[in-house]
């Protein structure tokens, strides 16, 4: 079964704790992207990757971090996380753009973040 | 930078009516659109994609518009359902691969 997969789902943390959440997909995916989504603001993207060893800034990069080292892994790193990073945080891969599929966007099911 | 603005932001309808939710951006420039479902905690389902040379995408109850040109997607819904209930929101992939969201129209079909 296609799927992207996150882990964990559910995080409460302390402020300056480094917190890695991971993500999967087993779809052979060139592209992979974390998002954020906060009520009242949608959904936000903070990095992106177009294939292993590259990654490229989104809307709202500030405080993560992310390494692209394996195609199918793509975690994203919180080095010292504040209570502004409080969040709902999804990844998604898909096909690289231009490679004549349609490349839909999968999700994964979320991770919900609390920093205290 | 791309804006994607959805209207209205909550729609509450009797189950059969049709609906019909708007999404639009502001650069034209785009690779393709995709429609998602997120039901309440959890993640996104996509429903619909449009390449930038399509007009429309069809799935059963589903059809979805694009008009490039004016910054327009319509997402229609046939004969709704309770079960329809959901947030809805419209993606749009620009050509330099990033994907800008709307904040979604949240919909509530009264059995």
């Known amino acids: 079964e296609a799927q992207v997969t996150q882990n964990p789902r559910y995080l409460i943390t302390v402020t300056g704790k480094k917190l890695t959440v991971t993500c999967s997909q087993n779809?052979?995916?060139?592209?992979m992207s974390w998002y954020r989504q906060d009520p009242g603001l949608g959904l936000r993207q903070i990095y992106y990757?177009?294939?292993?060893?590259?990654?490229d800034k989104g809307d709202v990069p500030e405080g993560y971090k992310v390494s692209r080292k394996e195609k199918r892994n793509f975690p994203l790193i919180l080095e010292s996380p504040s209570p502004n990073q409080t969040s709902l945080y999804f990844c998604?891969?898909?096909?690289?753009?231009?490679?004549?599929?349609?490349?839909?966007?999968?999700f994964g099911a979320g991770t919900r973040l609390s920093v205290l | 930078k791309q804006e994607v603005t959805q209207i209205p932001a909550a729609l509450s309808v009797p189950e059969g009516e049709n609906l019909v939710l708007n999404c639009s951006f502001t650069?034209?420039?785009?690779?393709?659109l995709q429609w998602f479902r997120q039901d309440p905690g959890k993640g996104l389902t996509s429903l619909l994609l449009?390449?930038?040379?399509?007009r429309e995408q069809t799935s059963g109850r589903l059809n979805a518009s694009l008009d490039k040109s004016s910054g327009r997607s319509t997402l229609y819904i046939a004969a709704s359902q309770p079960g329809d209930s959901a947030t809805y929101l419209c993606?749009?992939?620009?050509?330099?691969?990033?994907?800008?969201f709307g904040a979604g129209t949240t919909v509530t079909v009264r059995a």
């Open positions: 779809m052979n995916h060139e592209y």
């Open positions: 998604a891969s898909s096909l690289v753009p231009g490679q004549g599929a349609k490349n839909i966007q999968y």
């Open positions: 650069d034209s420039a785009i690779y393709n």
């Open positions: 990757s177009m294939n292993v060893e590259v990654t």
């Open positions: 993606a749009v992939r620009s050509n330099d691969y990033k994907l800008s």
């Open positions: 449009i390449q930038s040379s399509q």
